[in-house]
Antibody, heavy 120, light 110 residues
Framework: EVQLVETGGGLMQPGGSLRLSCAAS????????MTWVRQVPGKGLEWVSVIYTSGKTYYIESVKGRFTISRDNSKNTLYLQMDSLRAEDTAVYYC??????????????WGQGTLVTVSS | QSVLTQPPSVSAAPGQKVTISCSGS????????VSWYQQLPGTAPKLLIYENNKRPSGIPDRFSGSTSDTSATLGITGLQTGDEADYYC???????????FGGGTKLTVL
């Protein structure tokens, strides 16, 4: 059974940093396209970032230069380092596995999410 | 405002059928597979449909997906109160170069 468990969310002041973790079981983060998707409470879903099996990473424009996606294969854990946080980054952050073919743009396994609140 | 347009809400009676539309363009739905997600209150999204019309293991055949040109439709038959949730469509957008989602549709089973 696949499980993705996110931790690391919380309340942070604007300009601060947080690191989210997503511990995986039942799948290997290094052998899958792993992503972060966020959702402002009461609003829709927004894709944030992906790390491919090759290690290549991509980000939505609004977080480029501020967020960094990475993985630790030995811990089978996905990370999202969030720096220079802004109020508009407030959201529930989900880690999710994307389909592993290049033309697969669906997400079949999701974590339970972790809430990040950016406020002074 | 989302690139993919969904109706904010739909409703139907138990046992009835409902459809949820997702309208896009040639840079997304017109040329890429669509997926659909169900999000029950307070939970993470769950994949219902992928590659336009395929159901993951465990998803009942009451749920179906279809596409036509630059639009996609999710159909749900035999509505149950447990189907009350938010539903999202998603696909790749080749102009934006990332996955996009519709704004979501709240299904109420009256």
């Amino acid at each position: 059974e696949v499980q993705l468990v996110e931790t690391g969310g919380g309340l942070m002041q604007p300009g601060g940093s947080l690191r989210l973790s997503c511990a995986a079981s039942g799948l290997s983060v290094s052998n899958n396209y792993m992503t972060w998707v966020r959702q402002v409470p009461g609003k829709g879903l927004e894709w944030v970032s992906v790390i491919y099996t090759s290690g290549k990473t991509y980000y939505i424009e609004s977080v480029k230069g501020r967020f960094t996606i990475s993985r630790d294969n030995s811990k089978n854990t996905l990370y999202l380092q969030m720096d220079s946080l802004r109020a508009e980054d407030t959201a529930v952050y989900y880690c999710a596995r994307r389909g592993n073919n290049l033309n697969d743009y669906f997400f079949d396994y999701w974590g339970q999410g972790t809430l990040v609140t950016v406020s002074s | 405002q989302s690139v993919l347009t969904q109706p904010p809400s739909v409703s139907a009676a138990p046992g009835q059928k409902v459809t949820i539309s997702c309208s896009g363009s040639s840079s997304n739905i017109g040329n890429h597979y669509v997926s659909w997600y169900q999000q029950l209150p307070g939970t993470a999204p769950k994949l219902l449909i992928y590659e336009n019309n395929k159901r993951p293991s465990g998803i009942p055949d009451r749920f179906s997906g279809s596409t036509s040109d630059t639009s996609a439709t999710l159909g749900i038959t035999g509505l149950q109160t447990g189907d009350e949730a938010d539903y999202y469509c998603g696909t790749w957008d080749s102009s934006l170069s990332y996955v996009i989602f519709g704004g979501g549709t709240k299904l109420t089973v009256l």
